[in-house]
């Protein structure tokens, strides 16, 4: 029996919708890329990835805003 994570599947629906051609899109096609692109990011946030990705561009945004000064 195969299983799949449910963010592992939004992600590869976001793909998918996100690669089609860059033809004028109706409202219904940008809400639905934003809502998935919205539950897939409240899916992976509390997850080990989620948390080191957050962890990341904490730091890179540290370093970015004390280069400067």
Sequence with gaps: MITIDVAVLL????LVLLRRPV???KRVDTFLVMLVAFVL????APTPFGEGVANVMNQLSTSISSWGN
């Design 11 to 14: 992600g590869i629906i976001a």
């Design 23 to 25: 033809a004028p899109r």
């Design 41 to 44: 990011g409240i899916l992976v």
